[in-house]
């Protein structure tokens, strides 16, 4: 019933040839030509199902575009568990999976993202507020406690005829230094709400136009699949205990665990500076199904919206080493935010400029966002923890342009002198 689910409403011809394939991978699974016929014809189906989604799909066909699960019976009971134990609707911020991020983008909730073929057409410059929204609630409840503080304050200060004793002079430098943080919070609030109408006056501009526009994102959705599977990669599609090699498949839940553990190592991250302002802004996540191992960043911004456009992460579902595959997809992230904000200066300047430069110094022949990867995961798993992998001139780099928290720095620079001689270094550059 499953199957036949499924497949209502597809189109009579490309049903009949998804039946046929099946029927002839279950006689015979070992035969390479029926195999590679039946993953050409999944493909075909996805694609269809992608293109037409719609919010009142049965729930088969959400859960195929989803997990990739075309028929219960190719997974062990215990694999249909796991899968049942996923909840159907969970709200996590900016992760989403293939349904539900093709639903959001054909509703108009999420700007559409940039494909190969029409890269280099003007795109629609839409904007994102929640962020900003935030960081200005985060900033008004930091300048309601400066207030308090300032009032009980000014309540503890006698008003005699007589000059003030230590005590009340002491109050009075501490309301100065309290008031001091008020009038820089006060500035901060004003950057942030003047971004925030800016913002919602440009968004409603672009989703005029954005109503206008056809429904591109199935094709992303294809790219992006055949992406994480890579050149040489497993590209049966269909969800199968047969090639789960991994005890673990990627959730949202599990994807905002895993984040937040980076983002503990590599605190800045996320971070965008707006006119001085340090906000969290995090990229959308989309889970995809299939075998791949390759996460990676499939754009840092929406198109040229450098200044509140989201980018786009891509994360397999089923990779054989899942901790690998989220750390290359943020590492990307991380490279691919530096290249664009250096606006053609990549190999000059900043993190991707010294990170090139030490390469060709070095004459390293590899890919620079290839190599970066590598050393990126080892500063995150090895390095954060006191095990000296990189090279020397790397460690350096990254100890600038990727800082760890204040409290892994101390702890690291009592372990080692190479980390005590980065992090007086790091004191000396700041105190300048």
């Not at 490309?14 to 699974?29: D, P, Q, R």
């Not at 839409?126 to 009980?152: C, D, G, H, M, P």
């Not at 047969?242 to 553990?261: G, P, Q, R, S």
Request: net charge positive; proline share 3%; glycine share 4%.
């Amino acid at each position: 019933m499953y199957f036949e689910n499924l497949l209502k409403g597809v189109s009579k011809d490309l049903a009949k040839e998804v039946v046929s394939a099946k029927i002839a991978l279950e006689k015979n699974f070992n035969d390479s030509t029926i195999k590679r016929n039946f993953i050409g014809v999944v493909w075909k189906l996805y694609e269809y199902l992608c293109r037409n989604i719609t919010e009142d799909y049965e729930i088969e066909k959400r859960l195929f575009l989803r997990f990739g699960l075309l028929e219960p019976k190719y997974l062990s009971t215990s694999d249909v568990q796991k899968i049942r134990k996923i909840p159907f609707v969970e709200e996590v911020e900016n992760v989403f999976y293939v349904d539900e991020w093709l639903l959001a983008v054909k509703n108009g909730k999420i700007n559409p993202s940039s494909y190969l073929e029409t890269i280099e057409q003007p795109r629609v410059l839409t904007s994102n507020v929640s962020s900003f929204t935030k960081a200005f609630e985060e900033k008004i409840s930091e300048r309601k406690k400066y207030e308090k503080e300032v009032l009980e304050i000014v309540k503890n200060i006698s008003f005699e005829d007589k000059p003030y004793n230590k005590a009340v002079l002491s109050l009075i430098d501490q309301a100065i230094e309290r008031l001091k943080k008020l009038k820089q919070l006060d500035r901060e609030v004003e950057i942030l709400y003047n971004q925030i109408e800016d913002l919602e006056k440009k968004q409603l501009s672009d989703e005029k136009i954005e109503n206008k526009k056809e429904f591109t994102e199935y094709m992303v959705i294809k790219q992006m699949l055949n992406k994480s599977v890579g050149r040489l990669g497993n590209r049966f599609l269909v969800l199968s205990s047969i090639f789960l090699t991994n005890a673990f498949m990627l959730t949202k839940e599990v994807l905002k665990n895993k984040i937040e553990e980076v983002e503990k190592i590599d605190y800045k991250i996320f971070q965008r500076s707006i006119k001085g302002v340090n906000i969290r802004f995090l990229p959308y996540f989309i889970i995809v199904p299939g075998y791949g191992d390759y996460g990676f960043c499939w754009e840092p911004f929406e198109g040229l919206n450098f200044l509140s456009g989201r980018g786009r992460v891509v994360i397999p579902m089923f990779p054989k080493n899942l901790d690998i595959a989220i750390l290359r997809a943020l590492g990307d992230y991380r490279w691919k935010v530096s290249k664009e904000l250096s606006f053609g200066h990549w190999m000059e300047e900043g993190l991707t400029g010294e990170f090139y430069n030490y390469m060709l110094d070095n004459k390293i022949k590899e890919r620079p966002d290839e190599y970066f990867l590598k050393n990126y995961i080892l500063w995150i798993l090895k390095e954060s923890k006191g095990v000296q992998k990189l090279e020397k001139e790397v460690r350096e780099i990254f100890w600038r342009y990727l800082e760890f928290p204040e409290d892994i720095k101390i702890k690291l620079s009592n372990l080692s002198y190479v980390y005590k001689n980065l992090y007086e270094k790091d004191k000396r550059r700041k105190r300048r």
